[in-house]
């Protein structure tokens, strides 16, 4: 799942605008080609966008939040054994969900 920015110039960019840098959740992303940025499903996020040319970057706008819609879950790690049997035939397999379940 992927979050697809969009935005309006700065209204006085100071320069050539050489690439935006986006921070997620506190995390930043420099958007240089593409305006996505990974995220999960049914998440909370808050997102702040800053222009920057090549003589630095300005501040970040004000937050926009958005919570992502449910998504399909990630694939499970795969099981383990928990207990072997007397018999050759029966395994027990332990399962765990996905770390991320999207919904």
Known sequence: TVLRL??????????LITYYTAEVNGETHQLVDNNTVPVHGNTNYTVR??????????????SYSITTPVGVPEAPPPPTISELMSSPSVVHLQLTPPLHPNG
């Open 49 to 62: 966008l800053q222009a920057c040319t090549t003589v630095g970057c300005g501040p970040f706008s004000s």
């Open 6 to 15: 969009s935005w309006d110039e700065p209204r006085v960019p100071n320069g």
